[in-house]
């Protein structure tokens, strides 16, 4: 894999990207004040605009919500990427190349650049080539699972010729075989012969969330090919199959705007869902659905750890052959890392989407998902009818290994009703049944006091709403928003002053402190950023809204305005230290205590003459 970008790159992209221009692709803004501007929050639900853009210092955050960051942050919420995709995406929109620090190798971006390129271009051809002759058996392949013309061209598939026909074209087009073997397109025999990976098969395009093709998976046609059924792209430097979901650049929107997902176990299962109006589905490539896939979609869905009033909804579709039974299994293991609702979808006569919908039609699809059922009612389920329930060893049994599913479940409401549930099942007292859940619960009492912990941390969180509203805590608070809004207006030498004076309230003193720390970095175009990343975490939103919230000046004011209630700030610290040296004065003895005296006042005389340089700049 390519290694970290380097940081010199990142900050530049960042100071050459204009943050409204880019937040403005998906938010209608308009001026708000000097230097900033607002619309609705694309994070949440709102009548009023509560989300302000400062592209002056790079950031956003909105008022109603609490969401806000830098551009990265944003393309990260909005378009579903990795911060590294995130920066690319940005530097491909400057045109700017990007180099990694692994041993300093700037042909690291250039290597990952030109698989991309590769496969896209292999993409092409493989496209092209399934209207010839040789691809007949795809197209009748296609042709008998529903799937027309038209959806082959939504979804993107292809047709792998025969022989080296893919090499040959690649290598046309200016690609070395090293590149290709790197790829994956091609791959290299014992005594170093290279070959197409993939020859006479039906091959799918595996794209990343933004679209860009990182591999393929090719489906088995004729009988005299002895490889497996389903043939992926090997690792490579830009896919990895346990970091990747199909459709999940066509179905990311859907997923956030509903807040679902539907995750069913084949190419042609994804493809029947969409065409049938399920727009949500994904499915793994060549792997079990695994906590990566789990983290890919919990970001796409705004799923937020700990929420138990989560209204996401996660639907597995399993097929009933112990294959399906087993993945149903590792599922469930993994449903804890949702706060989203899981459930699961089985088809009548044990038949996939793709079946389902061929014999069915597309409403049956739609069916499917809307009739799901709740995973913990199919696991419950499943323990059961793996006992038997007819004798008394067999009720005891099963209510055994029913309890710890029983006591997973998050929502109290939820358990009572599956314990009197699970009691009906079993034909057991339900006070036994709540017994037996409580003593498995005690197992994992330690994870939940650690959720609880979690909890209190996030309601900790400070905000710009909180702060007193009294003209001491107003100096201050307007201080560190010129500070960190307009630094090259306030200066270095004001910033460091500024930073250093003592403030009165205790929240902003932490922010102060962090704008001292941070102080060298003034010029950075991330200085905003960097103040944030140095305050405890419950502080880094009231940095974020002190950096965005609008100052009340007309734009040929600013500078002057910011230089102000800067010095204002300094020029009280002063007044407050000449108060206690006049104090300090009246209680020395000038004769006893001659040097000590004397010092007083040299230091009244230098705090004097720095509040009138103060006043005379």
């Not at 002895?226 to 929107?253: F, I, M, R």
């Not at 138990?308 to 293991?333: C, L």
Request: net charge negative; hydrophobic share 40%.
């Amino acid at each position: 894999m390519a290694g970290l970008i380097r940081r010199s790159d990142i900050d530049e992209v960042r100071s050459r990207t204009n943050l409204a221009d880019v937040v403005g692709d998906y938010v209608t803004l308009k001026g708000a004040g000097v230097g900033s501007m607002k619309g609705l929050c694309p994070f949440h639900e709102e009548r009023s605009p509560s989300f302000h853009v400062r592209s002056g210092v790079g950031f956003y955050h909105c008022f109603g919500c609490g969401e806000g960051g830098d551009v990265y942050s944003f393309l990260q919420k909005m378009d579903h990427v990795s911060f590294s995709e995130a920066v690319e995406l940005l530097a491909g929109r400057l045109g700017y190349e990007l180099h990694y620090e692994d041993g300093g190798q700037a042909s690291d971006h250039s290597n990952r650049a030109r698989i991309l390129s590769a496969n896209q271009a292999a993409s092409e051809f493989y496209v092209a080539s399934l209207g010839s002759e040789e691809a007949e058996p795809g197209r009748k392949f296609l042709g008998e699972r529903g799937f027309d013309q038209g959806a082959a061209e939504r979804f993107g598939i292809g047709f792998a010729p025969r022989g080296g026909a893919l090499g040959k074209h690649l290598k046309t087009l200016g690609y070395s075989e090293e590149e290709l073997v790197v790829a994956g397109l091609l791959g290299r025999g014992e005594r170093g012969d290279v070959y197409d990976r993939f020859r006479s098969r039906l091959v799918w395009p595996i794209r990343d969330t933004t679209g860009q093709t990182v591999g393929f998976g090719a489906r088995r046609l004729l009988d005299e090919d002895k490889g497996p059924k389903y043939l992926n792209t090997p690792e490579t430097p830009v896919y990895h199959k346990s970091q990747v979901l199909y459709g999940l650049d066509l179905a990311k929107k859907d997923i956030a705007r509903g807040k679902q997902v539907v995750v069913v176990e084949g190419y042609t299962d994804v493809m029947a869902c969409h065409l049938a109006g399920v727009t949500t589905a994904v499915a793994t490539c060549g792997t079990s659905f695994g906590v990566d896939h789990i983290k890919m979609i919990r970001r796409v869905m705004g799923d937020v750890a700990g929420d138990v009033r989560s209204t996401g909804e996660v639907i597995f579709t399993f097929d009933p052959d112990a294959a399906g039974q087993k993945a149903a299994s590792r599922a469930f293991d993994e449903e804890q890392r949702f706060s989203a609702q899981t459930f699961v979808a089985v088809a009548p006569d044990g038949l996939d989407p793709c079946d389902l919908r061929l014999q069915r039609g597309d409403d049956a699809v739609r069916r499917l998902v809307t009739t799901r059922k709740p995973m913990f009612e199919f696991m419950i389920r499943r323990v059961l009818d793996a006992h038997n329930l007819a004798t008394v060893e067999g009720r005891v049994a099963a209510l055994r290994a029913t309890a710890p599913v029983v006591a997973g479940i998050r929502d109290e409401a939820l358990e009572v009703g599956y314990v009197r549930q699970t009691a009906q099942w079993l034909g057991l007292d339900m006070d036994e049944v709540r017994r037996a859940v409580a003593s498995a619960r005690s197992a994992s009492t330690a994870e939940s006091k650690s959720g609880e912990s979690s909890g209190q941390r996030l309601e900790s969180t400070l905000s710009l709403m909180q702060l007193p509203t009294d003209p001491t805590t107003r100096l201050e608070r307007d201080a560190l928003m010129a500070m960190l809004q307009y630094p090259a207006e306030v200066g270095l030498d004001f910033i460091r002053r500024g930073a250093n004076v003592t403030f009165t309230d205790n929240t902003l003193a932490v922010v102060s402190d962090a704008i001292a720390t941070s102080a060298e970095h003034w010029e950075a175009p991330d200085w905003l950023a960097r103040v944030s990343d140095e305050v405890p975490l419950p502080f880094a939103t009231l940095v974020k809204q002190l950096g965005v919230a609008p100052i009340p000046e007309r734009p040929e004011l600013i500078g002057a305005y910011c230089k102000d209630v800067v010095a204002g700030l300094i020029d009280r610290d002063l007044l407050r230290q000449k108060k206690d040296l006049l104090g300090a004065l009246q209680r020395t003895d000038a004769t006893a205590e001659v040097e000590k005296y004397g010092q007083i006042q040299r230091d009244l005389v230098r705090v004097e003459g720095e509040r009138r340089a103060l006043r005379d700049g």
